[in-house]
């Protein structure tokens, strides 16, 4: 699987541990060290370094080459990165402890290698060995012996997940589900039902596929950070293997999930963090009765509005399973009315509010439509087919949720709008 491996290099006693450790990956077939010098000029020294590193990869069927890159700018992850980019890699390796290299690639400047890169990374960590001790340790069975593998369930854990069986040497597995805290014991019952059911369903495919590794399941409590590093130390795996991010974070399309983060920064053991490329599948559909729970869930910032099955149409945005927009059609005795048009804050910006507005306007546009429209969205509305109208023109029972402005509408800072059935067609948003 890793064919191509890059390793940045400092030239220190860790780096060499660091280079050291390709001996142990099973099937590699080339190396590149990547020693990055910021004085615009080499020593001959750190040449004689690079190569003295370069001979630590004792494999010979294992290719090794050396680049010494000038990094004028003073930016070492961005230098690592474009390397990454030309040399195409198939896995990076980078040390996480403290000394020269960890002041480059801990902290922020780590995040941006490890978030930005277009490859898995493996973050290798040394435990310490002695002032004297100058050689690589040796390593206690193969690195991918035993496996820790957190799944949240996610499509980019499942798509890490399948990687299992391309890597060389794997004996055991462990599938470890980390709940949060739920509020009620009959909640708690339910979704530990679906967990186990869901890990049992993640055991058999690997199983399946690959009968010769061993799969245990395993359920934790708490934040899950502690306890991936918790169970890694009380199983004594050898690796703990992980997506970028998690289900909360690809969805809001931050480059590296928190949960990881966390854990490349405390565990005390390597994680390989795999690099999934996911296309978001974005959908947009009405809300049955028994799913209004999930609008009253992003209407909770928005005055706590409340939902009716008797009366309400609801259309909702989904990122993947998650719904993130949501309008509704309020059916009144004299009218029907638009609100609840509301997206949760870190999903702004992505035209969801249009996708959820436009599928209510399909299917509920055959009706006159009324709505109170915040005036700097005035524009946004017409180009769904409302037009401004004054307040009188509205229903009375439309009118009634805005009794208290007395009629100053401008004060207020709303718009009374109505669309007639066959207005303008949305736009594709």
């Not at 950070?225 to 997506?243: G, H, K, N, Y």
């Not at 399909?362 to 004054?390: K, N």
């Amino acid at each position: 699987m890793f064919e191509k491996v890059l390793i940045p290099t400092d030239l220190s006693e860790t780096s060499g541990k660091l280079v050291a450790c390709a001996n142990d990956i099973r099937n590699i077939r080339e190396v590149v060290l990547l020693h990055i010098v910021r004085t615009g000029h080499t020593l001959v020294r750190e040449r004689e370094d690079v190569e003295e590193q370069q001979a630590l990869i004792t494999n010979p069927d294992i290719a090794v080459r050396c680049l010494i890159t000038e990094d004028p700018e003073h930016d070492i992850p961005a230098a690592i990165l474009k390397t990454a980019e030309s040399e195409r890699p198939s896995l990076l390796i980078m040390g996480a402890r403290k000394g020269r290299l960890s002041k480059i690639l801990l902290g922020h400047d780590d995040i941006e290698v490890l978030a930005h890169s277009r490859t898995h990374v493996l973050i290798m960590r040394f435990p310490p060995q002695g002032f004297l001790a100058f050689r690589p340790p040796v390593m206690e069975g193969p690195l991918f012996h035993r496996i820790l593998f957190p799944l949240d369930f996610s499509r980019p854990a499942h798509e890490a997940l399948k990687f299992i069986g391309e890597l060389e040497g794997v004996s055991e597995i462990i599938l470890l589900h980390v709940i949060r805290k739920i509020e009620t014991e009959e909640r708690m019952n339910f979704i530990l039902r679906e967990v186990e059911k869901r890990l049992s369903d993640a055991r058999e495919k690997i199983k399946a596929a690959h009968p010769d590794i061993r799969v245990k399941m395993m359920v934790r409590y708490g934040d899950p950070t502690r306890q991936i590093a918790i169970v890694a130390d009380d199983e004594v795996v050898s690796l703990v293997m992980m997506a970028r991010f998690g289900k909360r974070d690809y969805i809001r399309k931050v480059p590296l999930g928190i949960t990881t983060s966390k854990v490349t920064a405390l565990t005390k053991k390597p994680v390989l963090v795999m690099f999934t490329a996911i296309q978001l599948e974005i959908n947009t559909r009405e809300l049955a009765p028994s799913e209004f729970y999930m609008a009253e869930k992003i209407w909770f910032d928005y005055h706590q509005t409340k939902s009716d099955p008797v009366h309400n149409r609801i259309f909702a945005v989904f990122i993947e399973d998650t719904p993130v927009s949501v309008a509704r059609c309020k059916r009144h005795d004299d009218g029907y009315e638009v609100d609840g048009i509301f997206t949760w804050d870190e999903f702004r910006g992505n035209g969801y509010a249009r996708n959820a507005i436009e599928a209510l306007v399909r299917e509920c546009g055959t009706s006159v439509l009324y709505m109170y429209a915040v005036r700097h969205l005035v524009d946004f509305y017409q180009s769904f087919g409302f037009a401004p109208i004054p307040e009188t023109d509205l229903p009375r029972t439309v009118r009634e949720r805005y009794a208290w402005a007395m009629g100053e509408m401008e004060g207020a800072d709303v718009c009374p709008m109505r669309r007639e059935p066959g207005s303008l067609k949305t736009p594709e948003g």
